[in-house]
């Protein structure tokens, strides 16, 4: 399905489906304690919601294909 999408839809879903790396990325380092842990609430806050808005791309993206 992925390959059969026009570039720009192409393009649209490699960005939408790594939204929520950052996030994972964040919490990886606050679980391993690699860095000062200060509070982070507002950083993953920022986070959650580019992740969140990935998901809900990549779900309209997944319907206009079907």
């Keep these: 399905m992925v390959n059969e999408l026009p570039l720009s ?3 649209s ?3 939408l489906k790594n939204s ?3 996030v994972f990325s964040e919490l990886q380092k606050i679980e391993h304690g690699t860095e000062e842990l200060k ?3 507002q950083k993953l806050s ?3 919601n ?3 808005q990935g998901v809900i791309g990549l779900t309209n993206l997944y319907i206009e294909q079907r």
Excluded: A
Aim: glycine share 0%; charged share 30%.
């Design 39 to 41: 509070d982070r609430s």
């Design 20 to 22: 929520c790396r950052p």
């Design 9 to 11: 839809q192409y393009l």
């Design 46 to 48: 920022k986070l959650m």
């Design 50 to 52: 580019v992740c969140s």
């Design 13 to 15: 879903y490699k960005v």
